[in-house]
């Protein structure tokens, strides 16, 4: 089998390391590619059979995509991988050209193999990259081979809100991917446990990737501009041994931040504090580990706020911080000062892609 799991671009190292950790799990032959075919915000997974011993002692056959749908705090999607294939020039070429390459590729799998021409079906598709046709093209192109083809078998069904089986077809660049999801219409990432939004709240993917790079180890933990809540009841939810507080100055969210973690049912392993971060160090004498998103675009009014919160904030934060902090922004200039100005090292950068934006990560220490 081999599966293409999705994530956010900038953390397939993450999502990687986490899918082979889960494999490792349950003893299954796999071979892991971040970035499949340089696409970014990929991975693919080769994999063997699992087994596992019912009640009854019988032997079945483990079914990889629920495992990793149950299991996986930084996946996206599990998608049982069907082919794939790169497109030269698929970009510069005129539409009805482009859609034909598609639609022949398609139309030469073996997709009765996965579907039965009982059951209904959809194509859900995403497109990125420069091209001269749309996601709807693909998919209606795909959704016509697809139907096709499984004419030669019976008559199929059509069901574009409540499909049984759900097609993925993806056009990144020149690299097209086609395969059954496994997950369904709603991502992963789309935690149920969320009753209230902040306006910019965290996806719990991206949370539990600041959380891999702080790499707490049982000490004290804050995110000091906590919001909904996200980052530590991500952490909760792993069984966190150590004191998990959440700080927010506004009152509104911090009650919604305590209405998810009820939902979550990690109420009572978190301290919700109402309060300044940049007056930090009235709450905590120290703290082991300080993972945030900081506030910039919609979670920040006036911009021109911003070099002096960062400044104060990064300030207090010098006095209580023992071990190392994790920090998102799309303000780099303004975050490096702050850091650098007030004692700290930069111990690891990278760009993840959140919102629509490529955000800059910090590891400090």
């Known amino acids: 089998m081999r599966l293409l799991l999705t994530t956010s671009q900038g953390i397939e190292d993450l999502a990687g390391a986490e899918v082979r950790s889960l494999l490792d799990r349950i003893g299954v032959p796999f071979r892991v590619e971040e970035k499949p075919l340089g696409v970014e915000g990929r991975v693919s997974a080769e994999i063997g059979e699992a087994f596992y011993t019912d009640e009854k002692g019988r032997r079945r056959r483990m079914s990889i995509p629920t495992y990793l749908n149950e299991r996986s705090r930084l996946l996206h999607r599990v998608i049982v991988e069907i082919a794939s294939e790169r497109f030269e020039g698929i970009g510069n070429e005129e539409p009805e050209v482009a859609l034909r390459r598609i639609e022949d590729f398609v139309a030469s799998l073996p997709v009765e ?12 598709s995403f497109r990125k990259g420069e091209h001269r046709i749309t996601s709807v093209d693909v ?6 081979a697809i139907f096709e083809r499984m004419e030669r078998f019976g008559k199929p069904r059509v069901n574009l809100d409540h499909p049984a089986v759900i097609f993925r077809a993806e056009l990144i660049n020149e690299v097209f991917f086609i395969g059954i999801d496994t997950t369904g219409d709603s991502s992963l990432h789309k935690r149920p446990w969320r009753v209230y939004d902040h306006p910019a709240h965290l996806k719990a993917s991206i949370a539990n990737a600041l959380i891999e790079l702080a ?27 150590g ?10 969210h911090l009650r919604g931040a305590e209405m998810n973690a009820f939902a979550a049912g990690v109420h009572e392993g978190i301290e919700f504090i109402l309060g300044d971060a940049t007056r930090l160090s009235e709450y905590v004498d120290r703290v082991d580990f ?44 303004e975050i490096e000062r702050a850091i650098t100005e007030n004692g700290f ?12 934006l490529m955000v800059h990560t910090y590891v400090i220490g």
């Open 113 to 124: 193999r996965f579907i039965k021409v009982s059951e209904s079906f959809a194509v859900r």
């Open 139 to 144: 998919a209606k192109t795909v959704g016509k």
């Open 215 to 241: 790499e707490p180890d049982g000490g004290s933990f804050t995110d000091p501009f906590c919001g909904s809540g996200t980052i530590p009841i991500e952490l909760a939810l792993r069984g966190y041994p």
């Open 243 to 252: 004191r998990v507080i959440c700080l927010e100055k506004y009152r509104k």
């Open 290 to 333: 300080a993972v945030s998103n900081l506030p910039y675009g919609l979670k920040i009014g006036r911009k021109r706020a911003i070099p002096k919160l960062y400044m104060d904030f990064f300030g207090e934060l010098a006095k209580v911080l023992e071990k190392r902090g994790v920090f998102i922004t799309t303000e780099k200039r």
């Open 345 to 356: 090292k930069i111990k690891h950068h990278r760009l993840i892609g959140h919102g629509g």
